[in-house]
């Protein structure tokens, strides 16, 4: 069976950070192309943060980066979020997930149930 978990979120003051993990089971975890992504009230979701297979390419959105770290151990299947320098706006449930294309039209992919990060005083 197939998880995914989050965990790490919470509620912090502005300027503050957290760190988001996210667990992977039941499948090749190492092979997967990982992500953050993120959706506030009434938005859409939108993707925070991503990392390839061994950890050597990272991405991130306009918004987050200089603030955010995607890191991935793949020997504990898990990846992670680092963020500093929270700011009202990033107040979303974030969601992990995992991707990986198995053909030129077919692509896995798995989410997890997301986790509420807050950033109020």
């Known amino acids: 069976q197939v998880q995914l978990v989050e965990s790490g979120g919470g509620l912090v003051q502005p300027g503050g950070s957290l760190r988001l993990s996210c667990a992977g089971s039941g499948f090749t975890f190492s092979t997967f192309f990982m992500s953050w992504y993120r959706q506030a009230p009434e938005k859409e979701r939108e993707l925070v943060a991503s990392i390839s297979t061994l950890g050597g390419t990272t991405n991130y959105a306009d918004s987050v980066k200089g603030r955010f770290t995607i890191s991935r151990d793949n020997a504990k299947n898990t990846v992670h979020l680092q963020m500093n320098s929270l700011k009202p706006e990033d107040t979303a449930v974030y969601y992990c997930?995992?991707?990986?294309?198995?053909?030129?039209?077919?692509?896995?992919?798995?989410w997890g149930q997301g986790t509420q990060v807050t950033v109020s005083s």
């Open positions: 997930e995992a991707r990986r294309r198995i053909s030129t039209t077919q692509v896995q992919d798995y």
